[in-house]
T-cell receptor
Framework: DTAVSQTPKYLVTQMGNDKSIKCEQN?????MYWYKQDSKKFLKIMFS???????INETVPNRFSPKSPDKAHLNLHINSLELGDSAVYFCASSPLTSGGGRARDTQYFGPGTRLTVL | SQQGEEDPQALSIQEGENATMNCSYK?????LQWYRQNSGRGLVHLILIRSNEREKHSGRLRVTLDTSKKSSSLLITASRAADTASYFC???????????????FGQGTILTVHP
């Protein structure tokens, strides 16, 4: 039943490690996003893919690399983790390229992955 | 300061009272959306208002948009303890052409409704 799911929910790791967060949506949406929410709850977009094509790439360190094997999945791989990467990472999806109407612009968020870098 | 700033940062009210949150933004927008985030959870979409609309209702929610002032307000009427959450406005900006759904969020208003 879950619309947008992320794994893992919690991730605790050491500085310098490489880790991945997975995201899947079963809503049939064309577009998926990754957001980072910092300790002050500020939510900022990182990437967006539309039908497996990268369409939004904000100023994010090269250590972050999104991968979309198909339009239902958007994974986030982070190399050489740093203390400042500690945050909650949210995946979202939206229909975006479907017909007009309210649902087209609405984004559906996953439950988040809390990443703690020690 | 950033696009999509909410005011107040925190709001504490009693059940049954109305809660009003404001949002200001800087650039021209396609639409403005309000989301709710319960503690430790993801964001849930509440309501979307387009740039050519001035007011929208959804259940106990009422959103207004004033594009001349670049501001929006979210009113929750007859609040309940279950409304306790953080509320974020997010703008889908027209700046730079096609937005591809790039939302810019504010830092949110923390609403606490006491039973």
């Amino acid at each position: 039943d879950t619309a947008v799911s992320q794994t893992p929910k919690y991730l605790v790791t050491q500085m310098g490690n490489d880790k991945s967060i997975k995201c899947e949506q079963n809503l049939g949406h064309d577009t998926m996003y990754w957001y980072k929410q910092d300790s002050k709850k500020f939510l900022k977009i990182m990437f967006s893919y539309n039908n497996k094509e990268l369409i939004i790439n904000e100023t994010v360190p090269n250590r972050f690399s999104p991968k979309s094997p198909d339009k239902a999945h958007l994974n986030l791989h982070i190399n050489s983790l740093e203390l400042g990467d500690s945050a909650v990472y949210f995946c979202a999806s939206s229909p975006l390229t479907s017909g007009g109407g309210r649902a087209r612009d609405t984004q559906y968020f996953g439950p988040g992955t809390r990443l703690t870098v020690l | 300061s950033q696009q999509g700033e909410e005011d107040p940062q925190a709001l504490s009210i009693q059940e049954g009272e109305n809660a009003t949150m404001n949002c200001s933004y800087k650039t021209s927008i396609n639409n403005l959306q309000w989301y709710r985030q319960n503690s430790g959870r993801g964001l849930v979409h509440l309501i979307l208002i387009r740039s050519n609309e001035r007011e929208k209702h959804s259940g106990r929610l009422r959103v207004t948009l004033d594009t001349s002032k670049k501001s929006s307000s979210l009113l929750i009427t007859a609040s309940r303890a279950a409304d306790t959450a953080s509320y974020f406005c997010a703008t889908d900006s027209t700046a730079g052409g096609t937005s591809y759904g790039k939302l810019t969020f504010g830092q949110g208003t923390i609403l606490t409704v006491h039973p």
